[in-house]
């Protein structure tokens, strides 16, 4: 039993949300003047007419009613300082304590922005997960998480870089392992912790012949099947941090299911997704990131590399999005950007990429609540969750007003989140 249940809870009054227009998460075009009802933090129905709505019932009027968002990757404990080596210096200063309470911060303050789940990417020391626990017990207010404690890394790969001194101790910052038992016992222990889900390093970005290869190796083949494998055998999603090349196809076909950022994603390995049902999570927004800064300090190759995913990475959504790929919303909040204030960004990236606004809308509410598993999330319907979105403005005819919070009432489990 959960602490929480100890105390009684009072029955609330009804809400009905009264919306111009109602758009529903699943990419149907929306329902104009329609009415919906919630109970306790269910969705008990949506239908057309005003008509019927019950006695007591507390009467929202808006103009636009929509599901809260969903950001598929992001890193609460990270403040999202524009620089990359922060990620690493921020970690290795503060305890895992102080980097929980700060993560508690920053899931307090997504939902302000219409953010009411996110799926975390690698906390050290894993206490996203603890954080996830608190606050579905009540303890902290915040937006509800799917963590996956500590992402599984190669050593000297791209989660555990070298450069450190030998007196400071990097354990539990992520994970590496080695070999095809390391990755066992890495999902493992993750999933003895409480993870989710399983987080894979399969490949990364090449510095040194930016041009030709992009992309490089880090997982062996036997690594990839063995954590597949094992994923498999926990009932666990595994999600990849990728680049592109040949290992993305390799794992998605022993059942990889979300393909992170993927710069370069080709025709075959799109349709093969397509087949196997994989999700990609372009994080469009991360890359476009890097050129809100002044590129003059990065080395060369660096800045090379980042021109050419910022212009390959609208041709791999272009061949995802024709192959039928499900397309999920994500961001990677925590890295070079902050919580809550930019997440929306990546609804607008969608668009440029070719997405209408209701598919980005959708990318970002009921795809990625199945991305996520949680089923009873990311469309209003009958028997859902009722996390919802009251909009002042029309998204469908500009998809910028979601990122301006003074739009928003946000409502989690039928309560509005309050500042
Ligand atoms: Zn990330």
């Not at 508690?104 to 953010?115: I, L, N, Q």
């Not at 999902?187 to 894979?200: L, T």
């Not at 997704?273 to 990131?289: D, K």
């Amino acid at each position: 039993m959960r602490i929480d249940d100890l105390y009684h809870r009072e029955r609330r009054p009804m809400k009905a949300f009264i919306a111009q227009r109602l758009i529903d998460g699943t990419g149907n075009p929306p329902l104009e003047n329609a009415v919906l009802l919630e109970d306790n933090g269910v969705i008990i129905g949506v239908s057309r007419a005003s008509n019927g709505i019950p006695n007591g019932a507390i009467q929202i009027h808006c103009e636009t009613l929509m599901p809260g968002l969903i950001d598929t990757h992001v890193h609460l404990a990270y403040t999202g300082k524009p620089d990359h080596g922060a990620f690493r210096s921020e970690a290795s200063e503060t305890s895992y304590p102080l980097l929980a309470l700060r993560a508690a911060k920053h899931a307090r303050e997504t939902p302000e922005w219409g953010f009411t789940s996110v799926r975390d990417m690698n906390a050290p020391g894993g206490v996203v997960i603890d954080l996830r626990d608190a606050i579905q017990s009540g303890y902290v207010q915040g937006s509800r998480v799917k963590a996956c404690g500590l992402g599984l890394s190669v050593t000297g790969g791209h989660m555990d870089r070298g450069g450190w001194g030998d007196h400071i101790s990097m354990r539990d910052m992520t994970l590496p392992c080695d070999g095809a038992l390391g990755f066992i016992r890495g999902a493992r222990s993750q999933v003895k912790r409480g993870a989710d889900f399983i987080k894979i390093n399969l490949c990364v970005g090449s510095r040194r012949d930016p041009l030709d290869t992009p992309y490089r190796q880090e997982m062996t083949d036997d690594e990839i099947a063995a954590v597949m494998q094992e994923a498999r055998h926990l009932e666990k999603f595994v999600a990849a941090h990728t680049s592109g090349g040949p290992s993305v196809k390799t794992a998605v076909a022993l059942g990889l299911n979300t393909v992170e950022h993927g710069h370069w994603v080709d025709q075959e390995t799109a349709d093969l997704m397509a087949e196997r049902g994989a999700y990609y999570v372009p994080t469009l927004l991360v890359n476009e990131r890097n050129f809100d800064f002044p590129l003059e300090p990065l080395p060369l190759g660096t800045r090379q590399w980042l021109e050419k995913s910022r212009e390959d990475k609208w041709v791999s959504l272009g061949i995802v999005r024709k192959a039928g790929v499900k397309i999920a919303l994500g961001t990677d909040a925590g890295f070079t950007l902050p919580h809550g204030s930019m997440n929306a960004r990546e609804l607008e990236l969608l668009m440029h990429g070719g997405l209408s606004a209701l598919e980005a809308i959708q990318a970002g509410t009921q795809t990625a609540a199945e991305l996520m598993q949680m089923q009873n999330l990311g469309s209003l319907e009958a028997g859902k969750i009722a996390d919802l979105l009251v909009v002042n403005g029309n998204p469908l005819e500009d998809i910028k007003v979601l990122q301006d919070k003074t739009n928003l009432r946000v409502f989690k489990d039928g309560l509005e989140v309050r500042a």
